[in-house]
């Protein structure tokens, strides 16, 4: 009886918050959908959702029924629309081994530090008929050809498809070619051509030749190491910002302030509301008479839709302008602006529109923040108004350093583990770091950026650039400082999925129960903090080259490299032992033993003995029958792969098996059973 009643008054106190569950349904069916093996039969999807819209009509009269039909449906149209937007996307075409002439229309200018670098919309190949998907050319750091959006373009290049993970469940960089419709990437060996003419007027011209004066009048102002963030803040390109700077940045956890997205906006959007509603209520008929906080709110999206234009509306800062598009809503129909409701159908405009995102690093680190927010403040409310209650000046700065402290602690330690999981590598001193760069931003730098906008057409921006710049210097200075703390960014070995998904469980579960039941989230965190723990790197790691090996001996990790390694997987390798230095192997022989590994670098004359696994950068061709092998021939038909020695035998695992058959993977070689 005492555990019916508790339950009861549990529904009771929650009765509002089940209806959150639906997002988290369509989540987890699109993240079900992308770590399936192999490409579902395209009318699951749609079967599923029938079959939802039907359990929910037959259970609409019962309120536990109709949330459990609500929650089917919502993840059967997740995974349908998972379905339909990769089925949607054409697949790779194969590119020639060997120099080619590419052409094409230019859809993008990315300007890098050595160089530039085109994406080409529907290119031809030697003459070729089109393609669907782009290809992006790295142009020569000589050529300084004057290139426009628009314009169609030749020039010769050599190009290569995407990349197979560095290891097992590394970065699939094929998933992220896939989705974001290219084709191939490569470098130019020869100058670019203008084959025609840009078509005059566009609007996509217009905006590049805005950004690029922008940016132009910016650097003759500022110099490069302030004047290349105040280019990333105004116009969204942050390819100029100097390497040393940029990793200055990620190390004192302020990556954030450089990738225009929902920060930038909200500011922007900030700045616009606060300044519409300050100048209205200057006079006493609009502000009675007008409907003044819709028309700041309004003002404010028109602002943040203009910042989003002129910074590349690239998809983070699109899903940002989304969500806040949401809160002004809420604002001009008098809702509240701000709540876990409006976060919800934010993640499932989202969701329905891109599923990929889900599996990305925006996403997540965004929602995390966000909801950790939201929730952190609603459960401190009584405690924040008593921080705020004072009334002299020291009372109400103390109070607004520890918000902002706050503030910090709850966006970034809800991100960290996505930060973690994505990138393996932490940043411990975020919360100091946070609390001069974000207030310093809101405050000063950006209200000085869109005052420099405003004055550029005067020929007078350099008023307002100059004071940005001194704000911009403040916080280079201090990541400088920062990043040279100890142990200032933590290389870390990667999480298990398991991991990450009883994070995000521990995660939700505080966050939008409102009873003493959310503190069921602590365990669920607690359990993927131990089974991250528990998880345990390889003893054995080749490259799908068969170029690089790494053996586990003891604590130290030996490499054996080859010539013509790619310097890029190892450094992909770095955080696999969570930083552990990897030592050039001291094998000379033809072979040596390396605990229970055999390491051969020719076949073995005399057999593999009682080896528990033989790895060979060569081809061994059935030298080896009493132990499995990993040699150039199995990472050729299964790429990368590693292996755990273990007292009961030997696990492999295959980047192959880690991906599955999927339209984003490129296609291996027929299967053949390892010996």
Not at 53 to 81: E, N
Not at 336 to 360: D, F, H, K, N, T
Not at 563 to 577: D, G, H
Request: glycine share 8%; aromatic share 8%.
């Amino acid at each position: 009886m005492a555990m019916r009643a508790w339950f009861a008054a549990w529904l009771e106190a929650e009765q509002d918050r089940f209806l959150l569950l639906i997002p988290v349904a369509m989540g987890a069916a699109i993240l079900g959908y992308f770590a399936l093996p192999r490409e579902p039969k395209l009318w699951l999807g749609v079967v599923a959702v029938a079959c939802a819209v039907a359990f929910l009509a037959a259970l609409w009269r019962s309120p536990a029924g109709r949330l459990v039909a609500a929650l089917a449906l919502a993840a059967a149209l997740g995974f349908a629309r998972a379905e339909w937007r990769t089925a949607d996307e054409p697949g790779f075409v194969p590119v020639p081994h060997k120099s080619v002439e590419i052409s094409g229309t230019i859809a993008a200018i990315d300007l890098l530090p050595n160089g530039r670098r085109i994406t080409l919309a529907h290119p031809s190949l030697d003459d070729g008929a089109p393609l669907q998907r782009a290809i992006r050319v790295h142009l020569r750091s000589t050529d300084d050809t004057p290139l426009w959006l628009g314009e169609a373009v030749k020039t010769k290049a050599l190009l290569f498809g995407p990349e197979r993970p560095a290891y097992p469940g590394g970065w699939d960089q094929g998933r992220q070619d896939f989705f974001s419709g290219l084709d191939a990437s490569g470098f130019a060996i020869a100058p670019v051509t203008i084959t025609a003419p840009a078509q005059p007027g566009t609007l996509a011209r217009r905006l590049q030749a805005l950004r690029q004066d922008i940016a132009a009048r910016i650097l003759a102002i500022l110099p490069v190491e302030t004047g290349s963030i105040a280019v990333t803040l105004l116009t969204g390109e942050e390819q100029t910002i100097p390497v040393a700077e940029r990793n200055a940045f990620i190390a004192a956890g302020l990556a954030h302030i450089l990738a225009v997205a929902g920060l930038h906006v909200g500011i922007v959007m900030g700045l616009a509301f606060t300044a519409t509603r300050f100048l209205l209520t200057r006079h006493e008929r609009i502000t009675v008479r007008w409907p003044v906080k819709p028309l700041a709110a309004t003002a404010a999206l028109a602002a943040g839709l203009a910042y989003a234009l002129l910074t590349g509306a690239h998809l983070p800062i699109l899903r940002s302008l989304a969500m806040a598009s949401l809160v002004t809503l809420g604002i001009i129909v008098g809702r509240r602006a701000v709540s876990l409701r409006g976060l919800g159908l934010a993640a499932m405009l989202i969701m329905l529109a891109s599923p990929e995102a889900v599996m990305g690093t925006s996403f997540q680190m965004s929602f995390s923040a966000v909801l950790a927010l939201i929730a952190g403040y609603e459960a401190a409310r009584n405690l924040n108004m008593r921080f705020h209650g004072g009334t002299s000046l020291a009372g109400r700065m103390g109070g607004h350093v520890i918000a902002l402290a706050f503030t910090s602690l709850l966006a970034g330690g809800a991100s960290m583990p996505y930060a973690a999981f994505q990138f393996q590598q932490i940043q411990p001193y975020w919360i100091p770091a946070n609390l001069v760069a974000v207030p310093l931003t809101a405050l000063w730098i950006l209200p000085w950026g869109l005052a420099a906008l405003a004055l550029m057409p005067l020929h007078l921006a350099a008023l307002a650039l100059v004071p940005m710049g001194w704000g911009i210097a403040v916080i280079i200075w201090i990541t400088a400082r920062i990043a040279a703390w100890p142990a200032a960014m933590l290389r870390i070995a990667p999480m298990p999925d398991a991991a990450i998904l009883l994070i995000t469980a521990g995660l939700i579960c505080l966050s939008i129960w409102r009873s003493a039941a959310r503190y069921a989230g602590l365990p669920l965190l607690l359990a993927g903090a131990l089974v991250y723990a528990a998880a345990r790197p390889p003893d054995v790691l080749v490259s799908a080259d068969a170029k690089l090996i790494a053996l586990r001996d003891g604590a130290g990790i030996l490499l054996v490299r080859q010539p013509k390694a790619q310097s890029y997987t190892l450094a992909q390798w770095a955080p696999v032992w969570g930083g552990t230095q990897l030592v050039p192997a001291s094998c000379t022989a033809t072979s040596c033993r390396v605990g229970r590994v055999l390491l051969a670098m020719t076949p073995p004359a005399g057999g593999c003995g009682d080896a528990a696994v033989v790895v060979s950068p060569e081809p061994l061709r059935g030298a080896c029958a009493s132990a499995p092998v990993i040699d150039r021939f199995s990472v050729w038909r299964q790429g990368a792969m590693e292996a755990w020695v273990g007292p009961h035998g030997v696990r492999l695992r295959s980047d192959r098996m880690a991906q599955g058959d999927r339209p984003w993977v490129q296609p291996y070689p027929p299967d053949e059973t390892l010996r």
